[in-house]
């Protein structure tokens, strides 16, 4: 199993940038996926989730900003974010894990290679 998260990049405060994040090697079709970001000198931390039936979950300083979806059909999900600002700045991650839902943990089963994500002030 192998996810590939692409995307990240430099971008103005103010600005967009969409990460895509595409599994293979097994289907996540019944599977929670997320997004987890670590920005330097920090830990870890959850951004946002999609269960196996499109419930969303977002921390709260990334609410109304960013929205993750998926595509079943492409094995695929996606984070768009909008008026990103210079704290968005961090590698951001992409997980699965078999549970449907997401459930306030990092334990995830599967992660990504990390992409970049750069906010100039």
């Known amino acids: 199993v192998q996810l590939q998260a692409s995307g990240g990049g430099l971008v103005q405060t103010g600005g967009s940038l969409k990460l895509s994040c595409a599994a293979s090697?097994?289907?996540?079709?019944?599977?929670?996926l997320a997004w987890f970001r670590q920005a330097p000198g920090k830990d870890r931390e959850f951004v946002s989730a999609?269960?196996?039936?499109?419930?969303?979950d977002y921390t709260d300083s990334v609410k109304g900003r960013f929205t993750i979806s998926r595509d079943n059909a492409k094995n695929t999900v996606y984070l768009q974010m909008n008026s990103l600002k210079p704290e968005d700045t961090a590698v951001y991650y992409c997980?699965?894990?078999?549970?449907?839902?997401?459930?306030?943990?990092?334990?995830?089963?599967?992660w990504g290679q990390g992409t970049q994500a750069t906010v100039s002030s």
């Open positions: 999609i269960s196996y039936n499109d419930r969303t």
């Open positions: 090697g097994r289907t996540f079709r019944n599977s929670i």
């Open positions: 997980a699965a894990d078999s549970r449907l839902y997401y459930l306030s943990d990092q334990r995830f089963s599967w």
